[in-house]
C-alpha cells in the first residue's frame, strides 16, 4: 500500500520570504501522480500544483514549485514570495494512474503560518 | 459552473443514531469519492462511486454505506453512530476518462457526535 508523509506539522515565514514544505511517500509503482493540495480554513481543499512522476521536469505554477526527487521517493514544495493568504494546511497526496479516478492517499498535513 | 457542493454544512447528532449526508459533483463529473478528515489529520479515503454502484473502498466498517443516483450526485450514510465518526466529511468529484484526474473537492460537512 502507498503511503505519504509530511514530517513538519507546523512551518511559519516572513511574509515575502520563501518556505518549503517537505513530503515523503512509498510506492512500489514506477508511475503515479503527486499532489499538493491547500485547506484554508473556509475548510475548502484546492489543487495547488500536480507532478506527473514520468516527468523528469518538476512543476510550477506561478509562486509554487516542486522539487520531485523520484529516487529519493522525495516532493517537495517551494512557495516564494509568500503572502498573507497562503497560511493554511497543505496536504501532500499520491495517486495512481490507472485510467479512471482512483483514490487519493494523503499526508498528515502542514499547518503554514505567515507572518507579517 | 457551480463546483461540488454538500449539504448540510454542520451537522450534530447522538451517538447510535444514523446520518445522511449529501453531495452534487461539479458539472460534466460522473465519479464521486467520499473522504473523512479527522481534526488535524489528513483525509482518509471511504468510498468511490461511479455509474451508480461503489468501484472502490477504503478501511471502512460496513455502518459507512453511500449511493451515487443517475444524475451524479450521492449521499454517504452512517449508522450507528459512534463518537469517533465525528469529522469533517468530505466530497470529490472528478471525470472518469481523460488525463485530468483532478479532483475537485467540496467544503465538507462538520458532523459531531455526542
Known amino acids: 500500500a502507498q503511503t505519504v508523509t509530511q514530517s513538519q506539522p507546523e512551518m511559519s515565514v516572513q511574509e515575502a520570504e520563501t518556505v518549503t514544505l517537505s513530503c515523503t511517500y512509498d510506492?512500489?509503482?514506477?508511475?503515479?501522480?503527486l499532489f499538493w493540495y491547500k485547506q484554508p480554513p473556509s475548510r475548502q481543499m484546492i489543487l495547488v500544483i500536480r507532478?506527473?512522476?514520468?516527468?523528469?521536469q518538476n512543476a510550477t505554477e506561478n509562486r509554487f514549485s516542486v522539487n520531485f526527487q523520484k529516487a529519493a521517493k522525495s516532493f517537495s514544495l517551494k512557495i516564494s514570495d509568500s503572502q498573507l493568504g497562503d497560511a493554511a494546511m497543505y496536504f501532500c497526496?499520491?495517486?495512481?494512474?490507472?485510467?479512471?479516478?482512483?483514490?487519493?492517499?494523503f499526508g498528515q498535513g502542514t499547518r503554514l503560518t505567515i507572518n507579517p | 459552473d457551480a463546483g461540488v457542493t454538500q449539504s448540510p454544512t454542520h451537522l450534530i447528532k447522538t451517538r447510535g443514531q444514523q446520518v445522511t449526508l449529501r453531495c452534487s459533483p461539479k458539472?460534466?463529473?460522473?465519479?464521486v469519492s467520499w473522504y473523512q478528515q479527522a481534526l488535524g489529520q489528513g483525509p482518509q479515503f471511504i468510498f468511490q462511486?461511479?455509474?451508480?454502484?461503489?468501484?472502490q473502498r477504503g478501511n471502512f466498517p460496513d455502518r459507512f454505506s453511500g449511493h451515487q443516483f443517475p444524475n451524479y450526485s450521492s449521499e454517504l450514510n452512517v449508522n450507528a453512530l459512534l463518537l469517533g465518526d465525528s469529522a469533517l466529511y468530505l466530497c470529490?468529484?472528478?471525470?472518469?476518462?481523460?488525463?485530468?484526474?483532478?479532483?475537485?473537492f467540496g467544503p465538507g460537512t462538520r458532523l459531531t457526535v455526542t
Open positions: 462511486y461511479y455509474e451508480e454502484e461503489e468501484r
Open positions: 497526496a499520491y495517486r495512481r494512474p490507472i485510467q479512471g479516478a482512483q483514490k487519493l492517499v
Open positions: 510506492t512500489s509503482e514506477s508511475d503515479y501522480y
Open positions: 507532478q506527473e512522476a514520468y516527468k523528469q
Open positions: 458539472s460534466g463529473h460522473d465519479t
Open positions: 470529490a468529484s472528478s471525470k472518469d476518462r481523460g488525463l485530468s484526474y483532478e479532483q475537485y
